[in-house]
């Protein structure tokens, strides 16, 4: 990747500590371009209104706004149509909505939902509130995911297991899941699949028709677009039957002191005035990162990065990667540990030179347990990083051991 691409993003040429920022937590959030800025600004600067409502001209800009976002996260990971697309404030709240609307139907039914013990806690958390019964799918030595196990859950409760709610890429281990193939699995018996697509609409075409999961999240600050947006594709099948998480706002028809009818998808489940901004911030993200990139270019490009990561990091003593060996099997996303010196004291060391990292279990305590790591540093890749910024943070690495030797 070229350095025009970093001059779109004003915080790359930031000092932090003395030094040049090397930015590599992306996983846990990117970075943002001027042109999702300038699409931010300018909505407050030229279009602000509340949506739905008014009849004057900033209202009907506005709501034109906001639907042209639906209209393009739809094509972006080819829903039927924007009705499919409910925007929320990141994934872990379109986890929440499924959670306390299918899941609690499967609660009073004496459901079964399965998990895997790779999830992030924003896919296990919502399960356990609700007071699910869970199956876990294990986990193989190899760091994939016991697609056998699962054959058998789906034999051995067939109509009672009523959905799979499986992570799409790890955010510790960088791995992809076969989700298509989860989806073919539960189809036999008519469970339905929900993917978290947080750590993988950025690295990987997302096709929900392809893959023919019934739901699927992602969180726009994790694509270059804005913190507080996310989405929500819901199969239009379950939208029309399924009755509203929260009541407010445009989620209304109408309202009389004996009841209330719901409004269309996908406002029925957009209560409230949103995060309008925001949206619009989603929008142009979606919007410059489809014109930016071909999903193989980037994938090349990403691969790169972590292959000269990994390479470097087998050089240094007492290091273990947290995963596979194999580069191509971390989309993005390399986690270790060293022997003697604690994540966070090595993510603070690296900090003083400039260089931005992860430290802890990552939302992922129960897949460090399966495999008995405890917390791990990370690093995460995007486009805008440079294979002489990856050689500049095995040389601090290196600094960093020796200084705690």
Request: aromatic fraction near 10%.
């Given at each position: 990747m070229?350095?025009?691409l970093r001059?779109?993003?004003?915080?790359?040429?930031?000092d932090?500590?003395?030094h040049?920022?090397?930015?590599?937590?992306n996983?846990?959030?990117?970075?943002?371009?001027?042109?999702?800025l300038?699409?931010m600004?300018d909505?407050?600067?030229e279009h602000?209104a509340n949506?739905h409502r008014?009849?004057h001209?900033l209202a009907?800009?506005a709501?034109?706004?906001?639907?042209?976002a639906?209209?393009?996260a739809?094509?972006?990971?080819?829903?039927?149509?924007?009705?499919?697309?409910?925007?929320?404030r990141n994934a872990?709240?379109g986890i929440?909505?499924?959670a306390?609307?299918v899941g609690k139907?499967?609660?009073?039914?004496g459901g079964v939902?399965?998990?895997?013990e790779m999830?992030h806690?924003?896919n296990?958390?919502?399960?356990q509130l609700?007071?699910?019964r869970?199956?876990?799918?294990?986990?193989?030595?190899?760091?994939?995911?016991d697609?056998e196990y699962?054959?058998?859950?789906?034999?051995?409760?067939?109509?009672?297991?009523k959905?799979?709610?499986?992570v799409h890429?790890?955010n510790v281990?960088?791995?992809?899941n076969d989700?298509?193939?989860v989806?073919e699995?539960?189809k036999?018996y008519c469970?339905a699949?929900?993917?978290?697509a947080?750590q993988?609409?950025?690295?990987v075409?997302?096709d929900v028709q392809q893959?023919?999961?019934?739901?699927?999240?992602?969180?726009g600050h994790?694509l270059y677009?804005?913190?507080g947006t996310?989405?929500?594709y819901?199969k239009k099948?379950w939208?029309?039957?399924?009755?509203p998480?929260m009541?407010g706002?445009?989620?209304?028809s109408s309202?009389?002191k004996?009841?209330?009818?719901?409004?269309?998808?996908?406002w029925k489940?957009?209560?409230?005035?949103?995060n309008?901004a925001?949206?619009?911030?989603?929008d142009?993200?979606?919007s410059?990162?489809?014109?930016?990139f071909?999903y193989?270019?980037?994938h090349?490009?990403?691969?790169?990065?972590?292959?000269t990561?990994?390479?470097?990091m087998?050089?240094?003593?007492?290091l273990?990667?947290?995963?596979?060996e194999d580069p191509?099997?971390?989309?993005?996303?390399?986690?270790?540990s060293i022997?003697g010196i604690?994540p966070h004291?090595?993510?603070?060391?690296?900090d003083?030179?400039?260089?931005?990292?992860?430290?802890?279990?990552?939302?992922?305590?129960?897949l460090?347990?399966?495999?008995g790591?405890?917390?791990t540093?990370?690093?995460?890749?995007?486009?805008?990083n440079s294979?002489?910024?990856?050689?500049?943070?095995?040389?601090s690495?290196?600094?960093?051991v020796?200084?705690?030797s």
């Amino acid at each position: 990747m070229n350095e025009s691409l970093r001059k779109q993003f004003p915080i790359l040429s930031r000092d932090i500590n003395g030094h040049q920022l090397v930015y590599l937590d992306n996983a846990a959030t990117t970075q943002k371009p001027k042109k999702v800025l300038e699409a931010m600004n300018d909505f407050y600067k030229e279009h602000n209104a509340n949506i739905h409502r008014g009849i004057h001209t900033l209202a009907a800009e506005a709501t034109n706004l906001w639907l042209d976002a639906h209209k393009r996260a739809a094509t972006f990971i080819n829903a039927q149509s924007e009705e499919e697309i409910i925007f929320t404030r990141n994934a872990t709240e379109g986890i929440n909505l499924i959670a306390n609307t299918v899941g609690k139907q499967i609660v009073e039914e004496g459901g079964v939902i399965a998990i895997s013990e790779m999830e992030h806690h924003s896919n296990i958390v919502p399960w356990q509130l609700i007071g699910a019964r869970i199956e876990w799918i294990p986990m193989l030595p190899d760091f994939t995911i016991d697609l056998e196990y699962l054959n058998f859950l789906t034999k051995k409760y067939k109509e009672q297991l009523k959905l799979i709610s499986i992570v799409h890429i790890s955010n510790v281990l960088g791995c992809k899941n076969d989700v298509a193939k989860v989806t073919e699995m539960a189809k036999k018996y008519c469970t339905a699949v929900l993917v978290d697509a947080a750590q993988s609409v950025q690295h990987v075409k997302v096709d929900v028709q392809q893959i023919g999961c019934d739901f699927l999240v992602f969180s726009g600050h994790k694509l270059y677009g804005p913190t507080g947006t996310g989405v929500l594709y819901m199969k239009k099948e379950w939208g029309e039957k399924l009755e509203p998480w929260m009541g407010g706002g445009e989620m209304i028809s109408s309202v009389k002191k004996t009841g209330a009818t719901w409004n269309d998808l996908p406002w029925k489940f957009e209560a409230g005035t949103p995060n309008i901004a925001g949206g619009v911030g989603l929008d142009a993200a979606i919007s410059w990162f489809s014109d930016q990139f071909e999903y193989d270019s980037l994938h090349n490009h990403e691969s790169k990065l972590v292959k000269t990561a990994m390479l470097g990091m087998k050089g240094i003593k007492s290091l273990k990667i947290f995963g596979s060996e194999d580069p191509e099997q971390h989309y993005g996303v390399v986690a270790f540990s060293i022997d003697g010196i604690h994540p966070h004291d090595i993510a603070g060391a690296l900090d003083e030179r400039g260089i931005a990292i992860r430290a802890g279990y990552h939302c992922a305590e129960p897949l460090h347990e399966r495999y008995g790591f405890g917390p791990t540093a990370r690093i995460s890749v995007a486009p805008y990083n440079s294979l002489d910024e990856i050689r500049y943070f095995i040389d601090s690495l290196k600094e960093v051991v020796g200084q705690f030797s």
